[in-house]
């Protein structure tokens, strides 16, 4: 079992910054992957970002590139995204996710390719 919890959701005005970030803890797997998701209200869940356990191998989705930056410290099993430049359009909860191991280099981007998840954190951007 791994139990995952989000912070440094809130609500910022358009152009604004956060950072969140996620702690893993419990029975961490080497070479894990790890990612962030989102849900708006009325939507599915779509993803985010992801990063490999090597924390070099990075995938955004087209929606965030060059606005997010994603990274890890495996030392402390911790996952942070830098949110810059934030849009309305980027309200949402966002959800932690956690890959048990596929090897060092593999990101992911489909929320079936995880096995455990956080509880979400809100992040509001007003217009």
């Known amino acids: 079992q791994v139990w995952l919890v989000e912070s440094g959701g809130g609500l910022v005005q358009a152009g604004g910054s956060l950072e969140l970030s996620c702690a893993a803890s419990?029975?961490?797997?080497?070479?894990?992957?790890m990612a962030w998701f989102r849900q708006a209200p009325g939507k599915e869940r779509e993803f985010v970002a992801a990063?490999?356990?090597?924390?070099?191998?990075?995938r955004y989705a087209a929606s965030v590139e060059g606005r997010f930056t994603l990274s890890r410290d495996n030392a402390k099993d911790t996952l942070h995204l830098q949110m810059n430049n934030l849009l309305p359009e980027d309200t949402a909860v966002y959800y932690c996710?956690?890959?048990?191991?596929?090897?060092?280099?593999?990101?992911?981007?489909?929320?079936?390719?995880?096995?455990?998840w956080g509880q979400g954190t809100q992040v509001t951007v007003s217009s």
């Open positions: 419990g029975r961490i797997f080497h070479n894990n992957g």
């Open positions: 996710a956690y890959n048990v191991g596929h090897g060092s280099s593999w990101v992911g981007s489909s929320a079936s390719e995880y096995d455990f």
């Open positions: 990063i490999a356990y090597n924390a070099i191998n990075t």
